[in-house]
């Protein structure tokens, strides 16, 4: 069966428990003994970027930690493990996926994250469309359309802010800088279950999404991503 590494962790001198996303959408726990001194049965070392076929001594389940007896790379994106900000974006989604018990997360629309971190056309607007996603998964509708605070539309100077839940105008109070460029995007992906033609429009903005559509999602829901803190490292670095 297909699967994507959510997760992978050290047990002992020399096994692993990594963590998977199922092509049926399951998520669960695979035993590689010896996995970090075996490079015969287990060559690749679940790398993050792949996706590989796994198989086990006995039939998968939810939440149960099962022996693996084989994990075959079937595919790897050798771009995006090449490219430090994309594969930190891509990790975000690995960690949010394998952190959010609560969503039923699709093998198919992950898959296309994660051609989308490799494309021209698309990257980063794609990431950011399913972190909204995920917002409207859990109840979360950040109001875009005039000012939260006075509710009149916006003719200056206006800002997002995390504590009142979205756009305000920078006489009401203090927030993240933002555009229409932003905006429109944000409202946009909302309201699509399916992302289309609105990627472009992301290039644009990518700093204030950035700033905004994962942070705001981690606010609300009380959570905090350990690969998002690598990110911003990343980029005060400007590596």
Partial sequence: ????????????ESDLIVHFLLEDCRRVSGFAPG?????????????????????????????????????????????????????????????WIHSDESVHFSFEEIHQVMKSLISATSEPAFFHHFFLQQAK?????????????????????FQFSFSEGGALHSACG?????????????????????????????????DQLDAITLPFLEQQLGRSLKTRRFFEMFNQCGI
């Fill in 35 to 95: 996995a970090r001194r075996s490079k015969k049965r287990f060559p690749h070392q679940f790398h993050f970027a792949g996706i590989y076929e796994i198989e086990s001594h006995r039939e998968f389940q939810d939440a149960k930690l099962t022996r693996l007896s084989r994990c075959d790379l079937v595919h790897f994106e050798a771009v995006l493990s090449e490219n430090i900000e994309n594969l930190s974006r891509w990790m975000m989604v690995l960690e």
């Fill in 174 to 206: 203090r927030g993240v800088p933002l555009n229409l460029d932003t905006i429109s995007f944000m409202q946009k992906s909302l309201a699509a279950e399916i992302f289309s033609d609105f990627a472009e429009s992301a290039l644009s903005c990518a």
């Fill in 1 to 12: 069966m297909r699967a994507f590494v959510l997760k992978k962790l050290p047990f002992g």
């Fill in 137 to 157: 998964r859990h109840g979360l509708f950040p109001k875009l359309d005039a000012c939260v605070i006075c509710n009149q539309a916006f003719t200056s100077s």
